[in-house]
């Protein structure tokens, strides 16, 4: 067992780490879930990219229709799916994961920082002037996290007011799932 005296988890406890041998196995689904690529399909709504869309597709398929018909069935199957996947990442583009947006800032790290210098002080000389310190530091940094954190709960439930006003179901029920 090892002991980290430099990770900081506001407590007086120090982390110790353990040694565990686990043995995981990856079922098959986990595996196929990342090779398929989605597409951004909200392109298609917009006309002129529809249009784009279509031509792409057309002239795909105008070049596969040269092909002989004694070919493998598999093989053509591949080759249609290769022509569709192509056309709609040319034309529609990859569908980019939504990043969350987090309540914990740069000005998060810079309150930690102080937080972690205040204790390193105490650490250093344990005088009641520096526990006074640390204490004072302490409920700074805790009531600053607690506002950060009641801020962004605050703008993600006006954002589920808004989604739901606007009949956005869509976006409401994945704001909701988001809370759970």
Known sequence: MLN???????TDHYLVIAKVRERLTVGKQATQ??????????????????????????????TLENLNDDEDVNRTWENVKENVQTSAKL??????????????????????????????????????????NLNKVRRSVSRHFRNKKKAYLRAKIEELETNSKIQNIKEFYRGISDFK
């Open 4 to 10: 980290f005296r430099g990770a900081d988890c506001d």
């Open 33 to 62: 879930r990342f090779d398929r690529q989605l597409f951004n399909l909200r392109k298609l709504n917009e006309p002129e990219v529809r249009e784009q869309y279509q031509i792409e597709i057309t002239n795909r398929f105008a």
């Open 91 to 132: 034309s529609l583009g990859l569908h980019e994961l939504k990043q969350n947006k987090t309540w914990f800032h740069e000005d998060c790290l810079g309150s930690l920082d102080e937080r972690k210098r205040a204790k390193m002080l105490w650490i250093q000389d344990p005088s009641q002037s520096n526990v006074d």
